[in-house]
């Protein structure tokens, strides 16, 4: 970026952009006066290793007292750290942050007991219950390695996992709960250990009301006999590089990437964040309704929040469904959120069932001030919906597992932009985004490439994968030098706004015209009777590929599904063009997903190309792969 251009001609937002990537260090050590050092760091950036980019090295610190401890000592003890509202169990339950510091230190110190230190690892195989969120700080505060495990994961996902990690000890419950139908998890877990190359010292298990679990005698501990007998210990300082924790996500060979996240980035880089992007203080309430289990669920109903000093909400139910789509309304207008960070599939969800908004009237939403939606592209037209409805900013913002915490946004704590549908606005400080063509050449202005972002990465970010170096630089580092591979397709507009339009494989050719997937759902979805859709690309004779559209109507929707699709051939014609030879639209009840709420676009390609494909480990109901297959089998395009 040229330093010519005049300072006081920039917006505020612009001018911290620039800074933080002309002045890295500079931005990243006044960002990590926020946070409480045993040990200042020596070096605000080392970068003698590249591509493993090291923050605040030499620093010493511990996530877990900059999460409580801090907070108790400074005036917060009696505030209400977190509240836990399970509709599924008629539950609501709020703990004071020293009601929280209590909680954590007496089960670090029961984990302790189980010979668990600095550096070791843990599992947790846990529902949507506080105990999970003490478990992960409880392994802060020891400066041992969490990595939180999606509960309900089946048997061998769950081993795999256990052999890669190789944790000394395993948090688990009796079971979870999905709606109306309890899980049982002690099975799961039993039959991942027999799996497991791997076997834990102990497995500490929460039972539950709902379900009890038979315990293994010598192995297997009942959770809250361990706490009646521990003495609460002590935080551990760790060094800012240490890992604080290690998250799987999908990996194309079948084997889970396990991404490091380390101390220090981490703590910096989410508080710095929440004021920023989110534009929450200290005392302030946040709701993020995603799972612990997923990226979104450690930053932002754990560790931002916290590290912030607000009050966050662990959320343990639907957004339909327990009992109606008026969930989400009822709990921000309890529980006073400024603040709702969900996925857009929740918000379609809404859409479908509730397409007038009825459930809203009733619910007093004056302390609700923003709706971030991330986790799968935004289309416009759920943008616009839930705009009007609530009458405040919906904020599209963009980001990975892999990054922790946003790319792209509208920074509302620091200058809000004007919304452009469709596109998470601009990137966020620290992220140097390029579009690049397949060759590596910067792309301009509305030309479409792969998003990339240079390197370094900001702190916070993944510092490498789990025992697996060389697998970090070869997914991620390779096919551009120099640069962090997204694996996301999409541009930049003439005003700099980053438009995101599907990953790099959901691209359909038709007839050497590269189509974006995320162009055509963008024109599927306005149709003002589609709820939620999904294009793939399908194989043809003719021109190579041509897309196929899967839609779900909306509640009340009562169209024949033939006009429906004569309606999505002419609006595709008219805002894409013939070429694009939309032809084959078909209804559904409902699209595959994962329980984090993304499409399975991938799984869909490859039961209309008639290849064989393996039930992904993290979608929400295989059933429907089976009624999908029915659907596609259906069209004269694919063969199968």
């Known amino acids: 970026m040229s330093s010519k251009i005049d300072a006081a001609a920039m917006g505020e937002l612009e001018r911290i952009y620039r800074r933080s990537l002309e002045d890295r260090e500079g ?14 760091p020596e070096r605000v950036l080392d970068d003698t290793e590249p591509p493993f980019y090291r923050w605040f090295a030499g620093g010493e610190l511990n996530t877990c007292h900059n999460a409580l401890d801090r907070h108790v000592a400074g005036g917060r003890a009696d505030q209400t750290g977190l509240v836990y509202d399970s509709p599924v169990t008629g539950t609501v339950q709020t703990f004071t942050y020293a009601e929280l510091l209590g909680r954590v230190a007496r089960l670090a110190g029961a984990l302790a007991a189980l010979g668990v230190g600095k550096g070791d690892r843990v599992v947790l195989y846990m529902p949507m219950v506080p105990e999970a969120v003490f478990g992960m700080l409880a392994c802060a505060r020891l400066g041992a390695i969490h990595s939180v495990v999606f509960g309900g994961f089946a048997a061998h996902e769950l081993a795999v996992r256990i052999d890669d990690a190789r944790p000394k000890v395993v948090l688990s419950a009796s079971c979870g709960i999905e709606g109306d139908r ?3 998890y002690k099975p799961l877990l039993d039959r991942a250990l027999e799996e497991a190359g791997h076997e ?3 497995c500490l298990i929460l039972q539950r009301e709902q379900a009890t679990a038979e315990l293994r005698p010598g192995r297997d501990l009942d959770w809250l006999e361990a706490m009646a007998g521990a003495a609460p210990v002590d935080c551990v300082p760790v060094a800012a590089t240490d890992p604080l924790y290690i998250l799987y996500t999908s990996g194309t060979t079948g084997m889970p990437k396990g991404v490091v996240r380390d101390n220090g980035g981490h703590a910096v880089a989410l508080r710095w964040s929440m004021e920023a992007i989110y534009d929450t203080h200290p005392g302030e309430v946040f709701w993020a309704a995603s799972d612990l289990g997923w990226a979104v669920g450690h930053s932002y109903i754990v560790y931002a929040p916290l590290l912030t000093g607000c009050t966050t909400i662990l959320f343990e139910g639907k ?15 309890q529980h006073r959120a400024k603040v709702l960070f969900t996925a857009p599939t929740a918000f379609r969800a809404i859409k479908k069932e509730d397409p007038n908004g009825a459930f809203l009237e009733g619910h007093d939403l004056s302390s609700f001030r923003y709706l971030f939606l991330a986790g799968e592209r935004l289309d416009p037209d759920t943008y616009e919906w839930a705009s009007h409805l609530l009458g405040c900013p919906v904020v599209d913002h963009w980001w990975q597992t892999e990054s922790g915490w946003p790319m792209a946004a509208n920074c509302m704590g620091v200058e809000p932009l004007p919304v452009k549908p469709g596109s998470p606005t601009k990137p966020v400080p620290g992220y140097d985004v390029k579009i690049l063509s397949e060759s590596g050449e910067p792309r301009g202005s509305n030309e479409e490439g792969a998003v990339t972002v240079r390197l370094p990465l900001p702190p ?19 096919a551009f030098p120099g640069y962090y591979t997204t694996g996301d397709g999409g541009y930049v ?10 990953r790099v494989d959901d691209v359909i050719n038709v007839a050497g015209h590269r189509l974006s997937t995320g162009a055509l759902e963008e024109v599927v979805a306005s149709h003002a009777d589609v709820a939620e859709c999904a294009v793939i690309g399908v194989p043809d004779e003719i021109k190579g590929q041509v897309p196929f559209g899967l839609v779900v109507l909306k509640a009340g929707a009562e169209r024949d599904p033939s006009d429906v699709g004569a309606e999505l051939v002419e609006m595709v014609r008219s805002r894409i063009g013939a070429f694009a030879c939309y032809r084959e639209t078909r209804v559904v009840e409902r699209l595959p997903k994962t329980r984090s709420g993304k499409i399975l676009r991938g799984t869909m390609r490859a039961i209309a190309a008639g290849r064989e494909y393996g039930v992904p480990s993290t979608i929400d109901d295989p059933a429907v792969l089976d009624e999908i297959e029915l659907v596609v089998r259906g069209t004269q395009r694919a063969p199968l």
Not at 319 to 333: K, N, Q, Y
Not at 460 to 478: H, K, N
Not at 493 to 502: A, K, R, S
């Open 27 to 40: 931005f990243w050590a006044d960002a990590a006066r926020a946070i409480d050092w045993d040990l200042e």
């Open 493 to 502: 507009d003439e005003d700099g706004y980053l438009f995101v339009m599907g």
């Open 319 to 333: 957004p339909v469904g327990t009992p109606d789509p008026g969930a989400f309304w009822r709990v921000i207008a």
């Open 200 to 202: 834990p010292g102990h």
């Open 460 to 478: 916070g970010t993944l510092a490498t994968l789990w025992q697996a170096d060389d697998r970090f630089v070869e997914s991620y580092m390779t």
């Open 182 to 184: 309890v899980i049982e």
